[in-house]
């Protein structure tokens, strides 16, 4: 039996010699396998090689700020998987490349709703995603991109709040 990492994508298989084979899971691996026993795939992932991400957080660490929204409403799983339109991003987390980006997405978002504040959070927490975290999909133009934690992977604690982002008058919405 030969010992190695295989990293294996649409894209690339690389088999790499000497290193421990590791199996990692993520976080919610059971949610994952039940949506692709649905027919639902995992989309192309990326390692994010210690690379500076954001996300939106609650300002109030009494609330759960880096969880996924199929887990933080199990119900909206369960509707999505009746009506056919479930997919396994919602088992992620959205991240932005950069806050600028990021800033620019969450004032779009507060135009069109009026408290999304209260249902994605009201700040930008900053950090860096390292090849142990999870993987990553492809950024968009606006900056956005999934990421899939593994086991054990808290941003709790390598990422920080770093901007309330509702500190200004236009905290009303539509």
Not at 38 to 47: H, K, T, V
Not at 57 to 76: A, E, F, G, L
Not at 103 to 121: C, D, H, P, Q, V
Not at 123 to 144: C, F, P, R, Y
């Amino acid at each position: 039996m030969h010992r190695g990492t295989i990293v294996v994508s649409q894209k690339l298989c690389i088999f790499a010699p000497n290193f421990e084979m590791e199996s990692k899971k993520y976080k919610y691996q059971k949610q994952i396998d039940e949506l692709i026993a649905l027919g639902c795939q995992l989309p192309e992932l990326y390692a994010p090689n210690n690379m500076k991400a954001c996300r939106f957080v609650y300002s109030d660490t009494s609330r759960q700020s880096h969880v996924p929204q199929y887990m933080t409403n199990p119900k909206r799983m369960l509707q999505d998987v009746a009506k056919g339109k479930a997919t396994t991003s919602l088992l992620s987390l959205s991240c932005f490349t950069d806050t600028t980006k990021a800033e620019s997405f969450y004032s779009n978002l507060r135009k069109a709703f009026k408290n999304i504040s209260a249902t994605i959070g009201d700040s930008i927490s900053e950090g860096v995603l390292t090849n142990e975290d999870g993987m990553k999909t492809e950024s968009a133009d606006n900056g956005h991109f999934d990421f899939y934690e593994y086991e054990g992977c808290d941003l709790n604690k390598s990422f920080e709040i770093t901007k309330n982002l509702l500190n200004d008058e236009n905290d009303k919405g539509i």
